[in-house]
């Protein structure tokens, strides 16, 4: 397998969890957004939309962080990243997806830099807006973890899956914006928990290869 | 089971087409975007992330659009949504994504507001940022469609499913803001495809009991 991906992505950083989780190797490739290989016809051949993650496995380039891990959870199935019961998977897909669709997309590198240019916007204007949405979805994800009984050790029960997997990045992107984290309180604690997982740990940026900041 | 939804949502758009696919009868509960009954305690007890669609069904409130989606094929299989194959299944949740995550959260009701106040940005800038992220997930879908030999009449095949599901609502935003549909042809073949049949045409924003406009 070889993971088309880049140290700071934190959609990349989830696949690197999941490929951890299922103690599946794979070859890094580094697309660096910061200087622009995303956009190079290099890159377009692999995924036309630009953007990292992309898996190559089986023959095929999967795309989108978390069709990918939902196609490595299918074709290897041990440890399981989704509950077995209906109820409990939509769950947790719906955990990962405030983080997946209504966090992360509005704080991409590609959206910062349309605020800056062509909008205009300062970097307080930017850090601002960055910290808006992590803290809108975290008091959401808080609201939804703190409130209910499934809730264990990690997001769902006490194994960590696709919601944990979904988290972590953003908390760490959070960490890294000065966000206080004290108003998510069982966030901070699984975040805790899962950080003390290898699988975790080692997808961490500051352990990747290609890290240059 | 009752939706909570609004006509003009694009992601309860896509739960009411997945309903009427699965010939699923459900209660509609109205709530007004632009009112702010989202923000409402009544709703927030529904859905503390205060967003559409949230799904009542069960005995339990499902939220996200597709996760409820996956959720309504797991529980009521014909006809599937998803392709049977592992591959398959990645590539409609991928093309399904680029809606879902790359798409739609930036062109929210809640982001276009912020993009005015705080942010200052005219009705002109709001447009052009607009179709500017429908515009770069338009080309990635119409790259990823076109050069695949697995697109047939839909997005996967010769039967809808997630990923026509996703596009749709997002090719109807597109129209309401005259984006031109020229360069995406293979899009606009499956969406007239799509919107002849009743589930799609159904689920139309101008069908709703709630329009307003």
Not at 110 to 133: C, F, K, M, S
Not at 176 to 195: G, Q
Request: aromatic share 8%; charged share 20%.
């Amino acid at each position: 397998m070889r993971l088309y991906g880049y140290f700071r992505s934190s959609a990349a950083f989830r696949v690197r969890i999941a490929l951890n989780l299922k103690g599946l190797a794979y070859e890094g490739a580094s697309i660096h957004l910061r200087r622009g290989d995303q956009a190079q016809a290099g890159f377009l051949a692999v995924n036309p939309q630009g953007l990292v993650p992309a898996l190559e496995t089986d023959g095929q380039i999967l795309i989108q962080s978390i069709a990918i891990i939902e196609y490595l959870d299918e074709t290897h199935p041990e440890p399981p990243l989704l509950p077995r019961d209906a109820a409990g998977r939509a769950r947790v897909r719906a955990l990962a997806a405030i983080v997946a669709c209504d966090i992360h997309p509005l704080n991409n590198l590609r959206v910062l830099r349309y605020l800056h240019r062509p909008l205009g916007q300062d970097q307080t204007a930017i850090e601002t807006w960055y910290n808006h949405w992590i803290d809108a979805g975290f008091q959401a994800l808080e609201s939804k973890l703190a409130g209910d009984a499934r809730t264990g050790a990690f997001c769902h029960g006490d194994a960590p899956g696709l919601a944990d997997i979904a988290l972590v990045p953003q908390v760490v992107n959070a960490e890294r914006y000065e966000l206080d984290l004290a108003p998510y309180p069982t966030i901070n604690r699984i975040f805790e928990n899962c950080i003390k997982l290898d699988a975790f740990a080692d997808a961490h940026p500051n352990r990747q290869p290609d890290r240059d900041e």
